[in-house]
């Protein structure tokens, strides 16, 4: 059985936020890392975290 709308819509803005809070949490520990090679996997997490969030965002349009 699928979920009424607004609990979907819910749910969505869920995962949202998470993928916009992990994408933040990622950026600020690649500004505070001194290891570049720990730095740049932060900084590739934070992007893939914010793809996630931009892919909640066009689900959300559909």
Do not use: K, W
């Amino acid at each position: 059985m699928t979920q009424p709308l607004n609990a979907r819509i819910v749910t969505l803005r869920g995962y949202f936020q998470s993928e916009v809070d992990a994408a933040c949490i990622y950026a600020e520990l690649a500004r505070a890392e001194m290891d570049q090679g720990v730095r740049e996997v932060y900084q590739r997490l934070a992007a893939s975290e914010t793809r996630h969030a931009a892919l909640m965002t066009a689900l959300s349009r559909i």
